[in-house]
Protein backbone atom coordinates (compact mmCIF):
# COMPACT_ATOMS: atom_id res chain seq x y z
CA UNK A 1 0.00 0.00 0.00
CA UNK A 2 1.48 3.23 -1.05
CA UNK A 3 0.78 6.88 0.93
CA UNK A 4 -0.87 9.68 -0.43
CA UNK A 5 2.67 11.30 -1.10
CA UNK A 6 4.30 8.48 -2.79
CA UNK A 7 1.29 8.17 -4.97
CA UNK A 8 1.22 11.87 -5.69
CA UNK A 9 5.42 10.86 -6.65
CA UNK A 10 4.72 8.33 -9.02
CA UNK A 11 1.66 9.27 -10.79
CA UNK A 12 2.18 10.46 -13.94
CA UNK A 13 -0.90 12.56 -13.91
CA UNK A 14 1.12 14.80 -11.29
CA UNK A 15 4.81 15.32 -13.34
CA UNK A 16 5.22 19.12 -13.11
CA UNK A 17 5.91 19.96 -17.48
CA UNK A 18 6.71 23.70 -16.34
CA UNK A 19 8.19 23.90 -12.62
CA UNK A 20 12.25 23.80 -12.31
CA UNK A 21 13.41 22.25 -9.49
CA UNK A 22 15.30 26.04 -7.87
CA UNK A 23 18.01 23.62 -6.00
CA UNK A 24 19.03 21.50 -9.59
CA UNK A 25 17.63 23.39 -12.66
CA UNK A 26 15.72 20.28 -13.73
CA UNK A 27 12.89 19.58 -14.92
CA UNK A 28 12.12 16.20 -13.08
CA UNK A 29 9.61 17.46 -10.93
CA UNK A 30 6.30 16.06 -9.32
CA UNK A 31 3.54 17.50 -7.26
CA UNK A 32 3.87 16.39 -3.92
CA UNK A 33 0.64 17.69 -1.77
CA UNK A 34 -0.11 21.21 -0.50
CA UNK A 35 0.44 23.44 2.60
CA UNK A 36 -0.98 25.73 4.42
CA UNK A 37 0.85 29.26 4.32
CA UNK A 38 -0.54 32.65 5.36
CA UNK A 39 -1.51 33.17 1.58
CA UNK A 40 -3.57 30.09 1.76
CA UNK A 41 -2.68 26.85 -0.13
CA UNK A 42 0.44 26.27 -1.77
CA UNK A 43 1.80 23.74 -4.06
CA UNK A 44 4.65 21.62 -2.59
CA UNK A 45 7.06 19.83 -5.40
CA UNK A 46 9.43 16.84 -5.41
CA UNK A 47 12.38 16.87 -7.42
CA UNK A 48 13.75 13.21 -8.41
CA UNK A 49 16.77 14.64 -9.75
CA UNK A 50 18.30 15.99 -6.49
CA UNK A 51 15.82 14.50 -4.12
CA UNK A 52 14.50 17.75 -2.75
CA UNK A 53 11.63 18.86 -1.56
CA UNK A 54 10.20 23.39 -2.65
CA UNK A 55 6.96 25.11 -3.34
CA UNK A 56 5.32 27.63 -5.05
CA UNK A 57 5.75 31.45 -3.82
CA UNK A 58 2.92 33.13 -3.23
CA UNK A 59 1.66 36.29 -1.26
CA UNK A 60 -1.89 37.05 -0.44
CA UNK A 61 -4.24 39.13 -2.85
CA UNK A 62 -3.08 42.85 -2.98
CA UNK A 63 -3.12 45.55 -4.88
CA UNK A 64 0.09 46.60 -3.21
CA UNK A 65 3.55 45.18 -5.00
CA UNK A 66 5.03 43.22 -2.35
CA UNK A 67 8.72 45.11 -2.33
CA UNK A 68 5.97 48.05 -1.13
CA UNK A 69 4.72 46.29 1.99
CA UNK A 70 7.90 44.72 3.45
CA UNK A 71 9.35 48.38 2.99
CA UNK A 72 6.21 49.66 4.80
CA UNK A 73 6.82 46.92 7.60
CA UNK A 74 10.34 47.36 7.67
CA UNK A 75 9.81 51.31 8.07
CA UNK A 76 7.24 50.41 11.42
CA UNK A 77 10.49 47.64 12.58
CA UNK A 78 13.05 50.30 12.76
CA UNK A 79 10.80 52.33 15.34
CA UNK A 80 8.69 54.54 13.41
CA UNK A 81 5.15 55.20 13.83
CA UNK A 82 2.83 54.06 11.16
CA UNK A 83 2.15 57.49 10.57
CA UNK A 84 5.91 57.98 9.57
CA UNK A 85 5.60 54.84 7.69
CA UNK A 86 3.05 55.30 5.59
CA UNK A 87 5.15 59.01 5.09
CA UNK A 88 8.39 57.30 4.46
CA UNK A 89 6.57 54.79 1.61
CA UNK A 90 5.13 57.96 0.05
CA UNK A 91 8.43 59.15 0.00
CA UNK A 92 10.15 56.06 -1.42
CA UNK A 93 7.70 54.90 -3.93
CA UNK A 94 4.61 56.71 -5.50
CA UNK A 95 2.26 54.69 -2.89
CA UNK A 96 1.10 56.08 0.52
CA UNK A 97 -1.20 53.16 1.51
CA UNK A 98 -3.90 54.23 4.27
CA UNK A 99 -3.29 53.63 7.85
CA UNK A 100 -5.65 50.86 8.64
CA UNK A 101 -4.17 48.94 5.53
CA UNK A 102 -0.88 48.97 7.31
CA UNK A 103 -2.03 47.65 10.47
CA UNK A 104 -3.77 44.99 8.43
CA UNK A 105 -0.33 44.30 7.12
CA UNK A 106 1.18 44.04 10.54
CA UNK A 107 -1.86 41.56 11.62
CA UNK A 108 -1.12 39.75 8.48
CA UNK A 109 2.70 39.26 8.55
CA UNK A 110 3.62 39.59 12.62
CA UNK A 111 4.01 35.55 12.38
CA UNK A 112 6.34 35.29 9.54
CA UNK A 113 8.05 38.75 9.97
CA UNK A 114 8.17 37.79 13.97
CA UNK A 115 9.69 41.45 15.03
CA UNK A 116 6.31 42.83 14.69
CA UNK A 117 5.56 41.11 17.75
CA UNK A 118 8.16 42.45 19.87
CA UNK A 119 7.28 45.89 18.25
CA UNK A 120 4.35 46.07 19.82
CA UNK A 121 5.61 45.73 23.08
CA UNK A 122 8.47 47.48 23.20
CA UNK A 123 9.88 51.35 22.59
CA UNK A 124 11.81 51.00 19.58
CA UNK A 125 14.10 54.26 18.85
CA UNK A 126 14.84 54.40 15.09
CA UNK A 127 18.12 56.40 15.96
CA UNK A 128 19.69 53.67 18.18
CA UNK A 129 18.21 50.64 16.56
CA UNK A 130 21.63 48.89 15.22
CA UNK A 131 25.22 49.57 15.51
CA UNK A 132 27.52 48.64 12.64
CA UNK A 133 31.09 48.51 12.41
CA UNK A 134 32.98 47.99 9.65
CA UNK A 135 35.92 45.86 9.49
CA UNK A 136 37.99 45.50 6.77
CA UNK A 137 39.50 42.22 6.76
CA UNK A 138 40.81 41.83 3.29
CA UNK A 139 37.38 42.54 2.74
CA UNK A 140 35.01 45.09 4.45
CA UNK A 141 32.68 42.97 6.86
CA UNK A 142 29.69 44.54 8.24
CA UNK A 143 29.54 43.63 11.44
CA UNK A 144 26.17 44.72 12.96
CA UNK A 145 23.85 43.75 16.37
CA UNK A 146 20.20 44.75 16.59
CA UNK A 147 20.28 46.77 20.50
CA UNK A 148 16.66 45.76 21.73
CA UNK A 149 16.96 42.25 21.06
CA UNK A 150 20.61 41.78 22.13
CA UNK A 151 18.98 43.51 25.58
CA UNK A 152 15.78 40.94 26.04
CA UNK A 153 18.26 37.70 24.61
CA UNK A 154 20.93 38.14 26.69
CA UNK A 155 19.09 37.62 30.21
CA UNK A 156 19.15 33.58 28.23
CA UNK A 157 22.84 34.15 26.85
CA UNK A 158 24.58 36.67 28.40
CA UNK A 159 27.78 35.47 27.13
CA UNK A 160 26.95 36.87 23.82
CA UNK A 161 26.28 40.52 24.81
CA UNK A 162 30.09 40.33 27.34
CA UNK A 163 31.80 38.73 23.90
CA UNK A 164 30.18 41.78 21.44
CA UNK A 165 31.07 44.58 23.80
CA UNK A 166 34.73 42.85 23.44
CA UNK A 167 35.08 42.98 19.93
CA UNK A 168 34.31 46.73 19.94
CA UNK A 169 37.23 47.62 22.68
CA UNK A 170 39.32 44.83 21.85
CA UNK A 171 39.37 42.98 18.65
CA UNK A 172 42.62 42.23 17.20
CA UNK A 173 42.20 43.20 14.20
CA UNK A 174 45.68 41.75 12.59
CA UNK A 175 45.20 38.45 12.82
CA UNK A 176 42.00 38.70 10.20
CA UNK A 177 44.51 39.94 7.61
CA UNK A 178 46.94 36.83 8.10
CA UNK A 179 46.18 32.73 8.28
CA UNK A 180 43.56 30.64 7.19
CA UNK A 181 39.84 31.19 7.16
CA UNK A 182 37.36 28.77 8.60
CA UNK A 183 35.66 28.85 5.18
CA UNK A 184 39.62 27.07 4.01
CA UNK A 185 39.94 24.50 5.67
CA UNK A 186 38.58 20.95 5.26
CA UNK A 187 38.77 18.89 8.07
CA UNK A 188 37.75 15.19 9.07
CA UNK A 189 34.62 14.94 11.39
CA UNK A 190 31.13 12.89 11.67
CA UNK A 191 28.36 15.48 10.84
CA UNK A 192 24.85 14.93 9.60
CA UNK A 193 22.96 17.24 7.44
CA UNK A 194 19.15 17.29 7.88
CA UNK A 195 16.50 19.24 6.46
CA UNK A 196 14.22 21.11 8.13
CA UNK A 197 11.29 23.75 8.07
CA UNK A 198 10.93 26.49 9.50
CA UNK A 199 10.16 30.26 8.86
CA UNK A 200 14.12 30.90 7.51
CA UNK A 201 13.24 29.93 3.84
CA UNK A 202 10.38 31.82 3.70
CA UNK A 203 11.57 35.38 5.14
CA UNK A 204 15.11 34.60 3.18
CA UNK A 205 11.93 34.63 0.19
CA UNK A 206 11.01 37.94 1.10
CA UNK A 207 14.29 39.49 1.57
CA UNK A 208 14.76 39.21 -2.00
CA UNK A 209 10.99 40.52 -2.91
CA UNK A 210 11.49 43.63 -0.63
CA UNK A 211 14.22 44.76 -2.83
CA UNK A 212 13.20 46.55 -5.95
CA UNK A 213 14.54 45.15 -9.49
CA UNK A 214 17.86 47.53 -9.69
CA UNK A 215 18.85 47.34 -5.95
CA UNK A 216 22.35 47.20 -6.26
CA UNK A 217 22.70 45.05 -2.67
CA UNK A 218 24.36 41.59 -2.22
CA UNK A 219 22.63 38.41 -1.92
CA UNK A 220 24.41 38.55 1.26
CA UNK A 221 23.24 41.55 2.72
CA UNK A 222 20.17 41.66 1.21
CA UNK A 223 19.63 38.80 3.62
CA UNK A 224 21.53 39.80 6.24
CA UNK A 225 19.93 43.36 6.58
CA UNK A 226 16.16 42.02 6.19
CA UNK A 227 16.89 39.08 9.26
CA UNK A 228 18.08 41.87 11.63
CA UNK A 229 15.23 44.33 11.12
CA UNK A 230 12.60 41.52 10.92
CA UNK A 231 13.30 38.24 12.69
CA UNK A 232 13.01 38.41 16.85
CA UNK A 233 15.85 36.34 17.17
CA UNK A 234 18.41 37.11 14.51
CA UNK A 235 20.62 39.34 17.22
CA UNK A 236 24.05 40.11 15.02
CA UNK A 237 24.93 39.48 11.40
CA UNK A 238 28.97 39.03 10.35
CA UNK A 239 30.39 38.46 13.72
CA UNK A 240 34.15 38.14 13.70
CA UNK A 241 35.42 34.94 15.88
CA UNK A 242 38.52 33.26 15.42
CA UNK A 243 40.78 30.23 17.09
CA UNK A 244 44.18 30.50 18.24
CA UNK A 245 46.61 27.80 17.24
CA UNK A 246 46.94 26.43 20.80
CA UNK A 247 42.86 26.03 20.76
CA UNK A 248 43.08 23.83 18.31
CA UNK A 249 44.57 20.32 17.19
CA UNK A 250 44.88 21.20 13.80
CA UNK A 251 48.51 22.14 12.44
CA UNK A 252 47.79 25.99 11.74
CA UNK A 253 50.49 28.22 13.35
CA UNK A 254 47.95 31.27 13.07
CA UNK A 255 44.59 32.11 14.07
CA UNK A 256 42.08 30.56 11.87
CA UNK A 257 39.60 33.05 11.41
CA UNK A 258 35.87 33.83 10.08
CA UNK A 259 32.53 36.11 10.02
CA UNK A 260 29.39 34.37 10.60
CA UNK A 261 26.60 35.30 8.65
CA UNK A 262 23.56 35.21 11.39
CA UNK A 263 23.75 34.90 14.96
CA UNK A 264 20.28 33.73 16.64
CA UNK A 265 19.39 32.87 19.90
CA UNK A 266 16.18 30.83 20.11
CA UNK A 267 15.56 30.46 24.20
CA UNK A 268 18.91 29.61 25.32
CA UNK A 269 20.19 28.32 22.26
CA UNK A 270 22.55 29.72 20.27
CA UNK A 271 22.18 29.50 16.24
CA UNK A 272 24.97 29.68 13.70
CA UNK A 273 23.04 30.40 10.40
CA UNK A 274 25.19 30.92 6.95
CA UNK A 275 23.60 31.82 3.66
CA UNK A 276 24.39 29.66 0.67
CA UNK A 277 22.82 30.66 -2.61
CA UNK A 278 24.07 27.31 -3.80
CA UNK A 279 22.90 24.19 -1.14
CA UNK A 280 23.28 21.46 -3.85
CA UNK A 281 25.50 19.70 -1.89
CA UNK A 282 25.03 21.02 2.09
CA UNK A 283 27.32 18.64 3.56
CA UNK A 284 30.13 20.48 1.63
CA UNK A 285 29.73 22.97 4.57
CA UNK A 286 30.50 21.02 7.94
CA UNK A 287 34.28 22.23 7.89
CA UNK A 288 33.41 25.77 7.56
CA UNK A 289 30.60 25.53 10.62
CA UNK A 290 31.97 23.44 12.76
CA UNK A 291 35.01 25.94 12.94
CA UNK A 292 32.55 28.37 13.47
CA UNK A 293 31.01 26.57 16.03
CA UNK A 294 34.87 25.85 17.86
CA UNK A 295 35.12 29.27 17.78
CA UNK A 296 32.63 31.33 18.72
CA UNK A 297 32.49 28.09 21.89
CA UNK A 298 36.14 29.38 22.87
CA UNK A 299 35.29 32.89 22.31
CA UNK A 300 32.05 32.94 24.62
CA UNK A 301 32.12 29.81 26.75
CA UNK A 302 28.97 28.90 25.91
CA UNK A 303 28.22 25.14 25.71
CA UNK A 304 28.52 22.79 22.96
CA UNK A 305 25.46 21.33 23.10
CA UNK A 306 23.92 24.81 23.44
CA UNK A 307 25.17 25.90 19.47
CA UNK A 308 23.71 24.86 16.90
CA UNK A 309 25.13 24.98 13.16
CA UNK A 310 22.22 25.71 10.02
CA UNK A 311 23.08 26.55 6.24
CA UNK A 312 20.15 28.26 4.03
CA UNK A 313 18.93 30.17 1.32
CA UNK A 314 15.84 30.49 0.19
CA UNK A 315 14.62 26.62 -0.61
CA UNK A 316 16.13 25.23 2.00
CA UNK A 317 17.58 25.08 5.13
CA UNK A 318 19.62 22.14 7.04
CA UNK A 319 21.19 21.94 10.56
CA UNK A 320 24.17 20.05 11.37
CA UNK A 321 23.94 16.85 13.88
Not at 193 to 220: C, G, I
Request: contains cysteine.
Amino acid sequence: MTSKTEEEHTSPHNRSKTIKCPACNENNTVKAGKRDTQAGKIQRYYCKSCEKYFSEKKEPYTQYPINVILYTLQQYNKGHSVKEAKKQTGKRYQYSPPIRTIYSWIDRYEDTLTFLKLRKNYNVDPDNLTTTHNFQHKQVYPFTYHHLKLNIHSKQRSELRRYINWIERSLPRKIFLEGPRCSSLDIDHDVETKEKNNLTTELTQLAFNSQPKNSDKSPHNTVEDFFLINDSTTICTELPVFINPQETSLDVDEPITGHIDLVQIRYDNLYILDYKPNLNSPERHTSQLYLYKKAIQKRTSIPEDKIHLAVFNRHAYYEFE
